[in-house]
């Protein structure tokens, strides 16, 4: 494995799963008023074209990774849609 | 321009601005005690390796989209962390 691999790996698993620590708080904490909903919204729209982009390519690491982050956003926006009154 | 091409420009331009809406909710409530600092701290490195991952590879994409998320996701992470007792 390159110098270059490590390194984008990393970044990659960094980046998928940065958002776990926002959905443990929301979570805990039940309160979500200053997260915004359309950071969320843009972040699952981004991330899914990322997966298609990666299924037009066949390029199995960007399918992974952005495939577990529209999961894992998608959780998010669930949590904050579902705690707007 | 191929149809490939104009989904990645499309998915690297939202992934890159979603945090926008949080920086300027943040910025108009003065309220971030929902919001993760460790969701910042943490998609700051991912994208900071992301453009050391351009850099090594010359991939100018990689690099100006990271570069622009590593800078917008430090202002947010500032303004979490400058908000924090």
Redesign the interface.
Known sequence: MT??EI??I?????????????I???IK?R??????P???I??C???G??T??GI??EDWPIIVTNGISFVLNSIMLYIVIGNKD
Request: aromatic residues 12%; contains cysteine; negative net charge.
């Open positions: 110098f270059e390194i984008g990393l970044a990659g698993v960094l980046t998928t799963v940065a958002v776990l620590p926002q443990i708080k929301a904490t309160e979500v008023e200053d997260v915004s359309y950071m969320f843009i972040l729209c981004g991330v074209l990322w298609v982009y037009l390519k």
